[in-house]
């Protein structure tokens, strides 16, 4: 099939981009030793999941349900962590994962007894931001996500293996040197007793511009200095810029300014733009006042505010265009709904050769399968 055949919506995971993303990873891990996890919360296409494998150590769930699907459909390395475990979940995560992270000394030492065969780790929190905007950020006030310093205790209990937190987005290396410098000043009289590191995810790595050889740097400075393995686990970077979200132009309406309705929603499609919020780039469009024909961009949904924003083409847009929305394969398929019965969109492959795959296509079903 080809891209301009595809039933809209869709997204469409780009087999090229997200392959060049793979090996600028996987040559961090050649180069430097650490490991690197696909979080999966990011990114759970895991029809590609073979193929990330081919490149990366292994997957990093949420809990329960993103650890079966790493475990199924990719094989490797499967770390879990989440800020509670209940108990009937334990003797299955311990069959499905290498390495099994628990939010508090509470949770560990209720556990700790049943684990067989995992590597247990503590998740702690430097409670040093670098980022602001609290929804992201697990160093913000009374954050739930990792143990602070004031409530570690002095002996590390018996059993732990690692250390794991995570507290960046989208950030630069040198916001992770900084925070490990805190972790280290901190944490560091029982880095020896452990055996890895997992500095958690929201390292942008593929981005143009990331600083790859500070990240380097810091890896092999805790490998030598700790005797420590480093795990990444990004989920952004993995497959950032490497989807697009097809959408078509269903209707124009007019009211002070012209609205193209779309069969793509940010409320269900896209829930970030309104959450973070963001302005997701958009082929051919500039900002409202660089091109000539402005439109704000909106959902068929009844929720008022389902707007994706406002943009300015070259030409005027007419009913049955298609519209494609860039870097839509991340944090987008993971967070669809069906509010408003909305169908959810199609996921499509882009191959390397220019040909488009449809993988999965959805109806009714998965709308009335959720409720009753
Ligand atoms: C969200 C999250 C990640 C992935 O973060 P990205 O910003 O997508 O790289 C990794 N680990 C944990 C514990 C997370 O909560």
Partial sequence: MRFQELPTPVYVIDEARLKANLLILSELEKRSGCRILLAQKAFSAFSLYPLIGRYISGTAASGLYEARLGLEEMGKENHVYSPAYKADEIDELCRICSHVIFNSIRQFETFFPRLSGVSAGLRINPCHSTQSGAIYDPCAPFSRLGIPREHFPAELPAGVEGFHMHTLCEQNSDALVET????????????????????????????????????????????????????????????????????????????????????????????????????????????PGEKPYEYRLAARTCLAGDSIGDYSFDKPVEIGDRLIFDDMAIYTMVKNNTFNGMPLPSIALLRENGEAELVKSFGYEDFKGRLS
């Fill in 180 to 287: 490990f410098k805190v972790l280290e000043r901190d944490f560091s009289r029982h880095f020896r007793a452990l055996k890895w590191l997992n500095l958690g995810g929201g390292h942008h790595i593929t981005r143009p511009g990331y600083d790859i050889t500070a990240l380097e740097r810091l890896i092999g400075y805790i490998r030598d200095e700790y005797g420590l393995t480093v795990y990444l686990e990004p989920g952004e970077a993995v497959a950032l810029n490497a989807g697009r979200l097809v959408t078509t132009v269903l209707d124009i309406v007019e009211n002070g300014k012209s609205i193209l309705i779309l069969d793509a929603s940010a409320a269900c499609h896209m829930p970030d733009v309104l959450e973070m919020p963001y302005r997701p780039p958009l082929h051919g469009a500039g900002l």
